[in-house]
């Protein structure tokens, strides 16, 4: 049986992101996988990461416990799911380790690289699709949702962490970023499009 494909979804909160992310994931009829929080190791970990403002990890113990979150995700979800042959769609991999704690954090990229390749067994995404926003689109996106201990950082990470993902995208042939200030409509047509341009397959209504 072949091998399914991998896809990730990565963005600032409020990007449009999830929402491309499910869409897609269902016209596929692929596995929708998101990070962190996927397994049950994964949930713990995203509480400690996202929601107990006490914990307070340090950079790198953030970055390590992101990594233990895929490390957990790849091996348990997402590799035994395209080994059957099924489409993967993650909502968020490597590069938000890369864009948040790399370029947000500002711990050394170099680094981040050998633990993530380490992480994941060295699994990339197929394709990753950046749904670029403006700050100001995003957070008026995420009114209403409490902010998490990310999310309430300063505009400056926040501005950081998205110039991260385009200078990420520039650097990979397997990174598209997508204009997500368009309407729905307009930023789901143009996600079909590089799918069906990069991976040759077709997003179902
Ligand atoms: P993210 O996963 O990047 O945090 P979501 O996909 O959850 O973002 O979207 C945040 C909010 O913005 C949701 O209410 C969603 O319906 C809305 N949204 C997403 N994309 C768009 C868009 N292109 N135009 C207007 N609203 C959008």
Redesign the pocket.
């Known amino acids: 049986m072949a091998t399914g494909r991998f896809l990730a979804f990565e963005?600032?909160?409020?990007?449009?992101?999830?929402?491309?992310a499910s869409r897609v994931a269902k016209g596929l009829e692929a596995r929708l996988a998101f990070e962190p929080g996927d397994t049950v190791l994964g949930a713990a970990l995203r509480e400690l990461l996202l929601h107990d403002f006490s914990s307070d990890p340090t950079s790198v113990a953030e970055a390590l416990l992101m990594a233990a979150d895929r490390a957990q995700h790849v091996e348990t979800v997402i590799v035994p799911e395209l080994a059957s042959g099924r489409h993967v769609v993650t909502?968020r991999f490597n590069g938000s380790t890369l864009a948040y704690q790399g370029f947000g954090r500002g711990l050394d990229r170099n680094v981040l690289e050998q633990v993530l390749s380490f992480a994941t067994g060295g699994l990339t995404p197929d394709l990753t699709i950046v749904?670029d926003c403006d700050l100001e689109t995003?957070r008026e996106?995420?009114t209403g949702l409490k902010a998490d201990r990310l999310e309430q950082l300063d505009p400056s990470f926040h501005a950081r962490v998205r110039a991260g993902f385009l200078t990420l995208a520039e650097a990979n042939s397997s990174w598209v970023v997508i204009n997500?200030?368009?309407?729905?409509h307009?930023?789901a047509t143009a996600v079909n499009a590089a799918i069906a341009h990069h991976l040759g397959l077709e997003v179902k209504e």
């Not at 963005?11 to 929402?19: A, F, V």
């Open positions: 963005g600032i909160d409020g990007s449009g992101k999830s929402t491309q909502d749904v995003a996106r995420s997500g200030e368009q309407s729905l307009e930023v």
